[in-house]
């Protein structure tokens, strides 16, 4: 059996043993008396989510610009080309650049023509990449809040208020000229509002998901009743372009081989042509200069350009048996009153009542809107004065969509409470209530040793 050796501490040892021995200091307080060596963690690094921010919002405006902005200039060019390369380059730039700010609404003036009419067409596609250029920059920083809203809309509001600003100074060349004040008031409302809602609803912070059963249904109502309407007016666009077809060839014709440009700037209006056949078949009309009207039951014209767009106008009023096309609005809210009460079973009356009122005022409001973004000048004496005054349409179809809306739904509450109550009684008369048998002890599991 091997015996270790006895080996005797030293001084070292005892010393550390009678340490350890005395020292009954918690943990805490030892850690304490390390000694730690601090070392110098150099600059703090900032967080990312600024530059992401900056970088993100800088790419996707740009983008966006350059998608709307570049098939203009490509546009440009060709008619450029067509017509003899005739004038500088920094004309034609300033030609596509124009164009562009007239999309946003900004009343531009070439030569002697002063034009404020928005072409729709070039707005919606403009608010839809402005909205898809919000969402892409809330994407890129993570944004799921409100605070993440604000900045990812507002970086981008500024960026492309910048462009805009950009494109009033380098576009005042030749004939074309723009203010900066009436350019900035008609474009920043309208590129705020785009990036607001794109952000909004790419964070999912939209008040849509948390509005009270009532409320969505009121304004899902008066946008489908408003929509309906417009896509009436624009198939009696299509049918008043079908039936003066030959008077709108004849038209183009005289543009010989430019006739192409002029048919393209007449598509781009095609959505105001739209709302102003909506405004017709409401009632109020549109006008066409100053000290006109056309209407379902008088027209009063003066002398029109040379333009498809105004050959399509009628210029005489409907026959007598047509004129019923003026209570489409009533009919047409009649039948979403209907949808709105097959929908809203659940409700009581109130809150039925409440929605169509609600869906009546939504539908005007957006008539009248859209009655304002299509209307304008296009000049400064004859056509001073064009398309439908938001007020009369949004007050004349108000009424009628109040008194359809409202009425349907009521009738239509109450025989879908008849009818619910008969089905109720019909359920329980053919009902058989079959008692359950009550417990026993042959129902109980046997129970084995």
């Not at 000290?291 to 002398?303: K, M, N, Y």
């Not at 007020?391 to 009738?411: D, E, N, R």
């Amino acid at each position: 059996m091997e015996r270790r050796p006895n080996r005797r501490p030293g001084r070292a040892g005892s010393a550390q043993r009678d340490t350890v021995r005395l020292d009954h200091s918690t943990p805490r307080q030892r850690e304490s008396d390390r000694e730690t060596e601090v070392l110098d963690p150099g600059p703090r690094a900032r967080p990312k989510r600024p530059r992401a921010l900056l970088a993100s919002a800088l790419a996707t405006t740009i983008w966006c610009a350059t998608t709307v902005f570049t098939p203009i200039l490509v546009c440009v060019i060709l008619g450029w080309w067509q017509a003899g390369a005739q004038g500088p380059v920094s004309v034609v730039a300033a030609a596509a650049g124009t164009a562009w700010l007239a999309g946003h609404g900004v009343p531009v003036d070439i030569g002697p023509l002063h034009l404020s009419v928005a072409p729709l067409a070039l707005t919606v596609l403009i608010a839809w990449r402005l909205a898809k250029a919000a969402a892409g920059t809330t994407r890129a920083i993570g944004g799921r809040d409100a605070a993440a809203v604000r900045a990812a809309a507002g970086l981008v509001t500024i960026l492309y208020t910048g462009l805009v600003a950009a494109a009033v100074a380098l576009c005042s060349r030749g004939p074309f000229d723009a203010d900066m004040l009436p350019a900035l008031l008609h474009a920043v409302p309208l590129v705020a509002a785009s990036a607001a809602y794109g952000s909004a609803r790419e964070a999912g912070v939209l008040p849509w998901a948390t509005a009270s059963v009532w409320l969505r249904r009121g304004l899902r109502t008066g946008f489908i009743t408003a929509g309906a309407l417009l896509a009436f007016g624009a198939a009696a666009t299509g049918a008043a372009f079908a039936v003066r077809g030959p008077v709108v060839a004849d038209t183009l014709a005289l543009y010989g081989n430019a006739s192409w440009i002029v048919a393209l700037l007449s598509l781009l209006f095609l959505p105001n042509l739209a709302v102003w056949a909506a405004a017709y078949l409401a009632g109020p009309g549109f006008a066409v200069g100053s000290g006109t009207a056309v209407q379902t039951e008088l027209v009063e014209l003066g002398p029109l350009p040379a333009f498809p767009v105004f050959a399509a106008v009628p210029n005489v009023p409907l026959p007598d048996y047509a004129t019923v096309l003026v209570g489409l609005p009533l009919m047409l809210a009649a039948v979403f009153g209907v949808v709105l009460t097959y929908r809203s079973p659940d409700q009581r009356l109130p809150r039925v009542t409440t929605a169509a009122v609600l869906a009546a005022a939504t539908a005007a409001l957006t008539l009248g809107l859209l009655a304002y973004l299509s209307g304008g000048a296009a000049g400064r004496d004859l056509l001073a004065d064009l398309g439908p005054d938001p007020l009369a349409v949004a007050g004349v179809s108000g009424v009628q969509f109040l008194i359809g809306l409202v009425g349907a739904a009521l009738i239509a509450r109450l025989f879908a409470v008849h009818r619910r109550a008969a089905e109720a009684e019909l359920v329980r008369r053919d009902t058989v209530v079959i008692p359950e048998p009550a417990p026993s002890r042959d129902d109980a599991l046997p129970c084995h040793p």
